[in-house]
């Protein structure tokens, strides 16, 4: 596998846990303060046409971790040649691929990553292109479920919020049919619904508005922000941004042995007073983020 564009490339159970197994020996050896400098003389680029916390710092963390060097722009809609001087996108991954042994991309437009592959002499790592596709935190997340529940294999999983313009449920989806006897929850308002293309056919789907009616039901409560960027009407955006909140109240109609994830950021969909309770996944998962990174950098480069 020469690039990471979609999360539909990994198609196989047992290479998802090799992988995994080797976050776990990173994370044990980074742990113990004896990372194996598979990457050292190699150079990373991460060029982010939008703006991102998790991601790119993770991604440039793990190459670091590893040994590698970074070039970054964490403003490159701006800061490149791109935008200030019209250069093109494919022009510019040719110049960066001369420079990087690796090349992690964010764009703003849906199929941006897959644009820059064709073109790159160099792996590119798809970070998130527009309403798409963000394959590296769909690796992540699965890796979490697996990690906090013990299996993925007949779960529970409700995604919450907005599943039309959510990449990392775009790419969540076709991960979760690799497993055997999942029931996905959609929950959305009308205007958001996930869209047929990003529907596996191995998937069960019941669709909700009301978050009331799975609280109940679900191993996984898999929330997602309103994605505020992607609406052309700011008054549409008010109207749907307050759709779903999970609170105290909510968390007493979970499950006892659930989990709450989140890509984060979160804006006012999770109140602060759940993040004590220890069903809330969203900062392990972030952390488990910057492992699974690593060993998708070692797997590439090393």
């Not at 700011?234 to 109609?253: N, P, Q, T, V, W």
């Amino acid at each position: 596998m020469k690039h990471i564009l979609k999360s539909e490339q990994f198609a196989d159970i047992k290479e998802l846990d090799k992988l995994f197994v080797s976050a776990e020996k990173l994370r044990a050896a980074d742990e113990g303060g004896k990372i194996p400098g598979h990457l050292v003389g190699k150079i990373v680029a991460t060029l982010f046409f939008e703006p991102s916390t998790r991601t790119r710092l993770s991604f440039e963390a793990a190459a670091l971790k590893l040994g590698a060097q970074i070039v970054s722009t964490e403003n490159a809609k701006e800061s490149l040649s791109f935008n200030a001087k019209g250069e093109t996108l494919q022009d510019t991954i040719r110049i960066v691929s001369g420079y990087a042994d690796a090349i992690v991309l964010r764009h703003h437009e849906k199929g941006g990553a897959e644009i820059a592959a064709k073109v790159s002499e160099v792996p590119v790592i798809n970070a998130g292109d527009g309403a798409g596709e963000h394959p590296t935190q769909a690796l992540g997340d699965i890796y979490t479920i697996q990690k906090e529940l013990g299996r993925v294999d007949g779960l529970k999983i409700a995604l919450i919020g907005d599943l039309l313009y959510g990449r990392t449920v775009h790419s969540l989806l076709p991960l979760l049919g690799l497993y055997k006897n999942i029931k996905v929850y959609l929950v959305s308002p009308p205007q958001l619904k996930l869209p047929a293309e990003y529907r596996p056919k191995q998937l069960e789907f019941t669709e909700f508005e009301n978050i009331s009616d799975v609280l109940g039901e679900v191993d996984v409560l898999y929330v997602t922000r309103i994605q505020k960027e992607r609406f052309v009407s700011a008054a549409e955006y008010k109207k749907l941004k307050g759709s779903y909140i999970i609170d105290s109240g909510s968390l007493k109609r979970m499950k006892q042995k659930s989990i709450i994830m989140h890509p984060l950021p979160r804006v006012n969909e999770i109140a602060s007073e759940v993040d004590t309770d220890p069903r809330a996944a969203y900062f392990r998962q972030a952390k488990n983020g910057l492992y699974l990174r690593m060993a998708l950098l070692q797997n590439l480069l090393s």
